[in-house]
């Protein structure tokens, strides 16, 4: 198991950079669920007419 910190949430893909790994299919998406104590991005971007 490997562990690492990553400072982006969404969804993303990994592969394998070993050509026949990649034939036969080691790649997939994994989804980084956002932090939910740290501020959403334009949170303080007001959506109310001026």
Not at 9 to 20: E, R, T, V
Request: proline share 8%; aromatic share 16%; no cysteine.
């Amino acid at each position: 198991m490997y562990n690492f910190t990553v400072k982006q949430a969404g969804f993303q893909w990994y592969h394998s950079h070993y050509k026949m790994q990649l034939d036969d299919g080691l790649k997939g998406s994994i989804y980084i669920r956002p932090n939910p104590n740290k501020p959403k991005p334009f949170s303080q971007i007001s959506t109310d007419a001026a």
